[in-house]
Every structure is written in structure tokens, then in C-alpha cells.
């Protein structure tokens, strides 16, 4: 008889998949880490997350029949609607056990606010607002149909474009260097007949491209580029915008704020957002440190799941 012994816990962003593979005492066997999990951001993301969870139990010394329990939060996932397109990545030889797929931003929660109520704003390669308010009730910005441009590739476009319009003075003259060598531009001219033929045909690989200029853009901030800081400025206004519209949920004045993700948590940012925050009249918002990382909150979950109990992690 088979004894799965082990449960899997995996967060799936936008940039990269971590695995995490535990016994039921609570103790850590394994970690990996691997490519993209969105499926609208990578074609490749089914694979990514397969080739993470197989390394990951390489790594454990363990095989898929011991698994007993696996969470995983994938960017993109919102209801039962989407298992047509989940449930392959997950689909290993023998990994037959019970499986929780949730969006990657429900364990996030989960983990920086151990299931208390508040919300929880992240952007890096992707960008979420969630709140989750004292009667258990779930509300996105999304819901809203409000999108807070502040994902790594906005803020690149927006400073590529901001030099290109002309906005610039000497300020930015470190910021523009690093952006002419990202480019493999000579010049601003250059740069500017790149932009006209579109930087890349493949508009997924372009905003990976982008993306990953993000934080150039951010340190530039810190150090008075004024570009910078009016391009970070305008996508903390946006994150400022969706999490008090995810606050007027909650019946409670006081809300717990945790932020994650690259862009979000750089020290600029972090710190505008959170000067934003202060200023709200109706409500009192506190940034708080997140207490697990997501692909932690989804073993927790998996714990829970199978009703047991551990002070380990």
C-alpha cells in the first residue's frame, strides 16, 4: 500500500513558480524555483510549473505517489470555470492526489495576513488588488473594473515614453544611460526609430523585455530622477486608487495593508504608497509586514485541508 506522506505548496506568478515540498510534520524537504505560471504571459507556463514540481521532488528524494495533498495558487485562476485549462498544470504521472487550485493572490492573502481581515495589493510582473473584509467577504479591484497600471512593465513603457516625449533634464541623465544600453541604442534617435517599429513584433516577449527594465526605473526613483519619480508617482496613485476602493468594503476603519511583489515593495514605491495611505480621511490604512510568503501560506492551506496542525513553519 502506497503511504503519501508529503504535501506540495506552489505559488505561480507572472515571473516565476515556486514549489515547495514538506512531510506532515511540518518540515521543509525541498524548494525550487522556475519559469512563468500565467498562462497569458507564457505559452509555455503548463510546462514551467510541471518541470518546477518534478524538481522539486527530485529534490526531496521523493516521487508524485507520495504525495498526499497539493495547493497551488496560479496567476489567472479565478473560479471551477477555468479547471479545463488548470488542471494540466498539474497533470503529472502518479500525482493523483486531492488538489486545491486557487488564484495566486487567495494564498498570498492567506499568508501575509494569516486570515485576518485586509487587503492585499502586489504588483511586479503582474499587478492585484484583494481584500478579504470581517465578514469573510472577497473584493478585487478587478471587480471594479479598475486596473492599477503598475506592473514592471508599465512603469518601463511610461519612462521610455516620458524620455521619448522630451520630458527629461539632467536629473535623469544616469536613468537614460542605463535605458540607451538596455536597448543597445547609440542615441535617443535611435531609441525613438526602435520605438516607432514597435521595440519586438511579439507583443508577450516585449513586455517581458520591458518588464524586466522595471527596476532601473524604480532605483532611478530613489535617486531624484525626475522621470522616474513622476512615472512611480502616477502608479502609486493608481494603487492608492484601487486599494481604497477595495477599503470601502469593509465596515471596520482601520485596515491592514500588505504589500508584495518587486515593484510594489521597492523603497520608492513602498514608501509613496504608503504617504498615500497615511492621507485617506475616511479611513485609517497600516502597511504591515507579510508574515509567510504565498508558496509557505499554500502548505499551510494543504495542512488545514488534511486537518493537521504544526507550528513548524
Known sequence: ???????????????????????????????????????????KASDHVKATIEDALAKAGRVSTDVVMLVAGIAGYESEADDAWITPFTDLP???????????????????????????????????????????????????????????????????????????????????????????????????????????????????????????????????SSVAKRVCNRAAEQLRLGIELVGTNFTQQNIEVALIGSVICSPYMRGKLTELLMANESKQYRVVETKYQPVVSAILLAYKALGIRTSKL
Open 94 to 224: 502518479g500525482l493523483d492526489c486531492t488538489k486545491l487550485h486557487l488564484n495566486n493572490s487567495d494564498i498570498a492573502h492567506a499568508g501575509a495576513l494569516q486570515n485576518r481581515p485586509g487587503i492585499i495589493a502586489i504588483a511586479g510582473t503582474g499587478t492585484m488588488i484583494m481584500g478579504i473584509n470581517e465578514h469573510g467577504k472577497r473584493i478585487r479591484n478587478l471587480d471594479y473594473h479598475q486596473y492599477a497600471y503598475s506592473a514592471a512593465r508599465h512603469l518601463a513603457y511610461d519612462a521610455v515614453y516620458e524620455v521619448l516625449a522630451g520630458h527629461q533634464d539632467d536629473s535623469n541623465k544616469t536613468l537614460i544611460t542605463e535605458m540607451l544600453q538596455y536597448w543597445q541604442a547609440s542615441s535617443l534617435e535611435q531609441l525613438q526609430e526602435l520605438a516607432r517599429q514597435g521595440f519586438h513584433p511579439d507583443k508577450m516577449k516585449r513586455d517581458q523585455r520591458f518588464g524586466q527594465f522595471a527596476p532601473q526605473v524604480t532605483r532611478a526613483a530613489e535617486l531624484g
Open 1 to 43: 500500500m502506497i503511504e503519501r506522506n508529503v504535501v506540495i505548496g506552489i505559488d505561480g506568478g507572472g515571473t516565476n513558480t515556486r514549489v515547495m515540498v514538506c512531510d506532515l510534520q511540518g518540515n521543509e524537504l525541498a524548494y525550487a524555483k522556475g519559469g512563468c505560471a500565467s498562462k497569458y504571459k507564457d505559452e
